[in-house]
């Protein structure tokens, strides 16, 4: 299918969209994006020049991504939650040549109203709760909450709660899908290593 744009949308010039990707009120979208297919973009999200998105990524409404920024395949970023470039901004100091690069990796759901300070990786399908503020990397399959955000548990790539211990070892089975999880000295993984 082919990408829908609202006519209220900015794509600029040499920006890059997959197939069958929704382009939804007041969204700008810079001309050096990368957006894989089936992407959406809700109302009021902002996409900077260095930016890469993946497939399926959903950006909820009042998102704004900016350089530095890398989303991998099927991440969720909910509503109003933010993203940084600079550790240390002030108005009178330009920092562009310090910018950190955040990653968000496959599966990751970042929950309403979030802040993701730069330079953090967010492991593969890991869980960032509403409001929470992640300042350092967080692991696979790692559910975090708070201010500053501490992990709680485990989450399986379903979204469902892991009735894993945060630490040790254990397997669980998610409750939606019947898939196993294993955890071994502290690392969460899907019994036979798939996505």
């Not at 990524?57 to 009042?62: D, E, G, L, S």
């Not at 991440?75 to 600079?86: A, D, E, I, L």
């Not at 992990?151 to 469902?160: K, L, T």
């Amino acid at each position: 299918m082919a990408t829908t744009i609202h006519p209220s949308a900015i794509v600029d010039e040499g920006a890059v969209l997959g197939e069958d990707c929704r382009v939804w009120h007041f969204v700008h979208i810079s001309a050096g994006a990368r957006i894989g297919a089936r992407c959406s973009f809700g109302q009021n999200v902002f996409v900077g020049n260095d930016v890469s998105i993946g497939d399926n990524a959903r950006i909820q409404n009042n998102v704004s991504i900016y350089d530095a920024v890398t989303l991998e395949d099927d991440v969720f970023c909910g509503p109003s939650m933010v993203f940084t470039n600079v550790y240390n901004p002030r108005a009178a100091v330009s920092r562009k040549a310090e910018y950190r690069r955040t990653v968000v990796r496959q599966g990751a759901t970042l929950g309403a109203n979030c802040t993701i300070v730069c330079g953090s990786t967010i492991g593969r399908h890991a869980f960032v709760g509403a409001g929470a503020v992640v300042n350092r990397d967080v692991p696979d399959f790692a559910l975090m909450v708070g201010v500053p955000a501490r992990q709680i548990g485990w989450m399986s790539r379903h979204g469902e709660r892991l009735a894993l211990p945060l630490a040790g070892d254990g397997e669980a089975t998610c409750p939606a899908t019947g898939e196993r999880y294993v955890l071994r000295g502290g690392v969460c993984s899907l019994e036979g290593g798939a996505a």
